[in-house]
């Protein structure tokens, strides 16, 4: 070794005096220096970085901005558009009150048809939007997913646009089905707007199977309205609800009236020989106090100048009825709802009184009624709702008064005829 030497501070081993790394000990002779780095170097940094994130920011509101929204819910959903915000609800109602669940009752040889709607309205006002919102409308139609392995699988036809958004729903789907058909059934509404956002609101329907017990007049007593009574009260005192009751009556005339006031009973008439058909001499008064809906089809009521023929205090579907002979026919009283469908209203003072004092809507086409003969054919005191009531395919010929609408309520009567 030449030149000048020096000893490894560490080790001791003699290194050329320039050494920087002893080889035998791998330590370092010089101690480093950190360098640093110019203060406007790392100010130079922060600023790209701050770019960097405004540009990503920038990036994020931009497609937020252009890129079209997916809003999914059940029941009821709030959507803003246009500085608006607009209140959707998917329903079975006639109020617009959302349902997320709705549950049917099913009887095994039953045929069922349900009314699914769509209602809109402004949020701060509650006040119907309906047509407007229309009008941003790009496309809607429904689907329904169900048990694969049904027997009866539900159908359903796509929504249409309804005339009165108001008391109708912008949107109407009707859903078909039998006793034999399988729920849950997951109702989904599928809404595109034109500025691209994808509205999907759901429902789910339940189909719950009920018992069902039929009364025959070959198997109970039945002939005379004594007998019929005390089989209604017996019905009432030991079938509880939700066992759905049909009493088929038979062809003949009772002597005096009928009183319904327990739970629900559906009365069928029949027709025998000569056609006679069941019919009461009496007033019949039909307030069960509890749901589901009745039935009252094919029955005459005749009277002999006084009294009411059918007092309706529930929701009820009357169905080819005929009213003759009475101060008024068929009166839908209490706080209820009940509709005439292909009955006869003939020689009554009143034809049909229509005085109900509750909120409950049902069914509004009156179809295929006739008004014969009758000082006023048609009264409207009182009517739940502001839904429209349709007389299409009525006729009226001989009245003193076709119509009188004291209650002011919305009516259709361009389907009908007049003579």
Known sequence: MTGKTRPCPHCGVSLPDDAAFCPFCAEHIRPRQTVKVPSHLWRKGLGYAAVLVALVLLAAAIYSYVTPNVYDAW??????????????AVTFRNDGAPEAEYTVQTEAE????????????????GMDAGQMFNQQIDSAYVQVTQPEDSPSPVTWLQPEFQNDPATEGLLLSVLNFTGQSRGPAEIAWTIHMKNGDTIILRQRMNLAPV???????????????????????QIQAEVPLPTVVHLHLPPVAYEGGLTIDGRTINLYGSLG??????????PVVYKPEKDPQGFIQYIDFQGSGTGTGLTVEADCHVEDCGFSGWDTGLLIGGEDWADPV????????????????????NASRFEGNAFLDNGTAV?????????????????????????S???????NISYATFE
């Not at 029941?75 to 959707?88: A, F, K, R, V």
């Not at 009264?379 to 076709?402: I, S, W």
Request: hydrophobic share 30%; proline share 5%; glycine share 10%.
């Open 405 to 411: 609408n004291p209650a002011g309520h919305p009516v």
């Open 75 to 88: 029941g009821e959903l709030t959507y803003p558009l246009d500085g608006n915000d607009y209140h959707l």
């Open 110 to 125: 039953g045929r069922y048809d349900r009314a699914a709607k769509l209602f809109i309205t402004h949020v701060d006002s």
């Open 211 to 233: 018992d069902s017990l039929h009364y025959y007049p070959e198997d109970w007593p039945m002939d005379t309205i004594e007998e019929l009574q005390a089989l209604v009260e």
């Open 273 to 282: 020989e000569h056609n006679m058909r069941t019919t009461f001499l009496g």
């Open 342 to 361: 292909g009955c006869l209203f003939e020689h009554n003072k009143v034809g049909f009184r229509f005085d109900s004092g509750g909120s409950y809507v």
């Open 379 to 403: 009264e409207l005191l009182r009517v739940p709702g502001d839904k429209t009531l349709y007389f299409d395919g009525c006729r009226f010929a001989g009245n003193d008064a076709d119509l």
